[in-house]
């Protein structure tokens, strides 16, 4: 079966943390964190449906497949991981959502692995974080 497309999974991973914060997502709760009318999110719920990332019933909501649940959480952990990349490298706060959201779709799993395993090498000991700071700061004057 095809990945989802990058559409899909801006809806499936806000559908993954909105279940995971409130335990329920609704197309009104859905719309309104992706900024779209309630209507797309209804088109889009039952593609997801076709697709057997969700089961999606008119009037009594949506409930994740095992599928979607786990492609969900593949999505938030790389949002996450790619905002903690960014953090660490820094990015300043106010672009770290926008360029994210721009480069997350574009990413093979590969890269992201790999970028994870930075994020790691530098988490394990703080003197790498600060050499690279130090480094940057050089690099700025």
């Known amino acids: 079966m095809p990945a ?3 559409s899909m999974e801006d ?3 806000r559908i993954y943390k909105l279940m995971e914060e409130k335990g329920y ?3 009104s709760d ?3 964190a992706l900024e779209v009318h309630p209507s797309s999110v209804t ?3 039952q593609k997801l449906d076709k697709k057997e990332y969700l ?3 008119k009037y009594r909501g949506l409930v994740l497949t095992a599928k979607g649940k786990k492609v969900g959480k593949r999505l938030v952990y790389r949002h996450e991981l790619l905002e903690d990349f960014l953090r660490l490298i820094g990015v300043d706060e106010t672009f770290i959502y926008n360029d994210v959201e721009g480069i997350e779709h574009h990413l093979s799993w590969e890269a992201i692995d790999r970028i994870g395993d930075v994020v790691q090498y530098f988490e394990e000991k703080e003197e790498r974080v ?3 700071k130090e480094i940057q700061r050089n690099n700025e004057s």
Do not use: D, F, G, H
Request: net charge negative; proline share 10%.
């Open 4 to 6: 989802p497309t990058p």
């Open 11 to 13: 809806y499936l991973e």
């Open 25 to 27: 997502a609704r197309v």
């Open 30 to 32: 859905i719309a309104e």
């Open 43 to 45: 088109k889009m719920v």
């Open 55 to 57: 089961v999606y019933e």
């Open 130 to 132: 600060q050499t690279l």
